[in-house]
Antibody, heavy 123, light 110 residues
């Protein structure tokens, strides 16, 4: 069974930093492309970014609102995905979801989701 | 601001059929990118409901179906049940391969 467990959320002041983790199990993490998706309180879903598997280059892509401030990385030896968030703004307040990312003939999509971790940016 | 537009809400009585539209443009859905749908039950994480325009993952009831035409896509729920009350989001991509989510639709079972 695929399990994704996010951690590291909390309250941080504007301009501060936070690192989220996502512990993965139930699949071959090293082969997986992974994503982060966020949801502000009472709002819709917003894609944050993704990271390819190392065998596919390990490169990252980011949404425009977080590019240059957020960094996605992975530690395949620990089956863990990370989201380093710097220069946080109040508008970054959201629940952050870790997801597996599927690429096949049916398109690109997030198939499994974690339960999410809440990040609150406030003074 | 999402570029995939959905109706804010739809409602129906148990047993009825409801549809949710997802309207994009020639830069995303109309460019040939597939559309996927997610269901978010109250207080829970989203769950993949439809992938590749019309495919259901294992375990998703066949009451849920998806279609795509031109710059739009639709999700249909037939035989509406109380447990279908949730938020539904469509998803596609643009040429920069940035994921785009729809504005979301709340389904209410009357």
């Amino acid at each position: 069974e695929v399990q994704l467990v996010e951690s590291g959320g909390g309250l941080v002041k504007p301009g501060g930093s936070l690192r989220l983790s996502c512990a993965a199990s139930g699949f071959t993490f090293s082969n997986a492309w992974m994503s982060w998706v966020r949801q502000a309180p009472g709002k819709g879903l917003e894609w944050v970014g993704r990271i390819k598997s190392k065998t596919d280059g390990g490169t990252t892509d980011y949404a425009a609102p977080v590019k240059g401030r957020f960094t996605i990385s992975r530690d395949d030896s620990k089956n863990t995905l990370y989201l380093q968030m710097n220069s946080l703004k109040t508008e970054d307040t959201a629940v952050y979801y870790c997801t597996t990312f599927q690429i096949n003939s049916s398109g690109w999509y997030e198939d499994y989701w974690g339960q999410g971790t809440l990040v609150t940016v406030s003074s | 601001q999402s570029v995939l537009t959905q109706p804010p809400s739809v409602s129906g009585a148990p047993g009825q059929r409801v549809t949710i539209s997802c309207t994009g443009s020639s830069s995303n859905i109309g460019a040939g990118y597939d559309v996927h749908w997610y269901q978010q039950l109250p207080g829970t994480a989203p769950k993949l409901l439809i992938y590749g325009n019309s495919n259901r993952p294992s375990g998703v009831p066949d009451r849920f179906s998806g279609s795509k035409s031109g710059t739009s896509a639709s999700l249909a729920i037939t035989g509406l049940q109380a447990e279908d009350e949730a938020d539904y989001y469509c998803q596609s991509y643009d040429s920069s391969l940035s994921a785009l989510f729809g504005t979301g639709t709340k389904v209410t079972v009357l």
